[in-house]
């Protein structure tokens, strides 16, 4: 994931909402919406680095949701979003009303430097949901989030009393390790009512949530929110949408050398190469191969090494790092060359008084 910078004015101990984003644009956003724009003007006030999986977190949103949050911003024209399709580099904020401008080069912007982080395996349960482009992301946004029914009584006792949703309750309790509370049912009851969710769905939605180390219904929530809005709704897009995720693991492994699923530890690196630092499957294999061909044993810690230098060096094609090795191996040529002409002119030069043989050759 590339660094994202955010400008703006100068850095404050306080953060300032103007009254025009209060009294036009506060009103008509939601709450996912609401709290990215302001943790990004926290942000910008205080000076901080942070990074988009800093703000799920945060809110127990998806990167995702965050993405199409800040598309919002751009869409009232708070923001500008700088990079292309789903790298974003820069948050330009605006003052509220103000036209798009091109960025200017003043000295008093404050940038703020995102910064990737190791975020263990809970941002692999991310995966899912940031993993297509932002194309998708601009169709998906043309949805309407549905809003949560209110349910009387009658109908929630008639939900409860239902057999099927009954037994679902039942193996969520079992799948999360807890009694379900009443708010955590509501949930349930939302994804399968108001989103459309059916049971084998939601049974599906709820084993790759569990298998990727969450168990937080409201993220399980957001997450159908997010399955929904890209139009998965049926068990089987689910069960495609997820295998291939699992087959983008398999290989991994397979490059690696490997038979066995990746471990916490494994997992955790594979989750920092493909969305941290964002490496296609052809990057992703090169940099393997090259491990393997050099070592036997920690396969894993040797490739982050390479990965993590083809990142910081911005490479972002197997032809770059081919040009840059072939780039490293030519100097280091010319380098060994050099070394060897100049111990060789040492040794003349320490072995040798060429002024005293001058004499010499001169008095005879």
Not at 125 to 132: F, G, L, R
Request: proline fraction near 2%.
């Amino acid at each position: 994931m590339n660094t994202i910078n955010v400008y703006g004015g100068s850095a404050l101990s306080v953060t300032l909402v103007s009254n025009d984003f209060i009294d036009n644009h506060m009103t008509g956003a939601n709450d996912a919406q609401l709290k990215t724009y302001l943790y990004v003007l926290r942000m910008m006030s205080a000076g901080k680095s942070f990074t988009i999986t800093d703000v799920a977190d945060t809110f127990n949103q998806t990167e995702r949701e965050i993405i199409r949050s800040l598309k919002y911003w751009e869409k009232e024209k708070l923001l500008v979003l700088e990079g292309e399709k789903d790298n974003i580099t820069g948050i330009r904020l605006l003052a509220p009303g103000c036209e798009k401008t091109e960025p200017k080069n003043n000295s008093n912007n404050v940038a703020l430097t995102v910064v990737p982080i190791n975020n263990s395996v809970k941002e692999l349960s991310n995966k899912a949901t940031v993993d297509k482009t932002i194309k998708d992301s601009d169709k998906a946004a043309e949805k309407v989030i549905p809003e949560k029914s209110k349910l009387t009584q009658e109908a929630l006792s008639e939900y409860v009393s239902n057999t099927d949703f009954q037994d679902f309750l039942a193996v969520t309790e079992q799948y999360l390790s807890k009694e379900l509370t009443a708010k955590d049912i509501q949930s349930l009851i939302y994804i399968n009512k108001d989103l459309g969710f059916s049971l084998k769905v939601m049974h599906i939605l709820l084993e790759y949530c569990v298998s990727s180390n969450k168990k937080n219904i409201s993220y399980i929530e957001k997450t159908a929110i997010d399955w929904y809005m890209q139009g998965i709704n049926t068990p089987t897009e689910a069960k495609k949408y997820l295998k291939t995720y699992e087959n983008k693991i398999s290989n991994i492994m397979a490059a690696l050398g490997k038979n066995t699923y990746p471990s916490l530890k494994e997992l955790d690196f594979i989750n920092k190469w493909t969305l941290t630092y964002g490496f296609s499957p052809e990057m992703i294999k090169a940099g393997c191969e090259r491990c393997v061909m050099s070592t036997d044993s920690h396969r894993f810690e040797y490739a982050e090494g390479i990965f993590k230098k083809w990142h910081e060096a911005g490479y972002t094609t197997v032809k770059e790092v081919e040009e840059a090795e072939k780039n490293f191996r030519n100097r280091n040529q010319v380098r060994k060359f050099e070394r060897n002409d100049n111990k060789f002119a040492q040794i003349l030069k320490s072995d040798y008084d060429i002024s005293a043989l001058e004499r010499d050759i001169l008095s005879n």
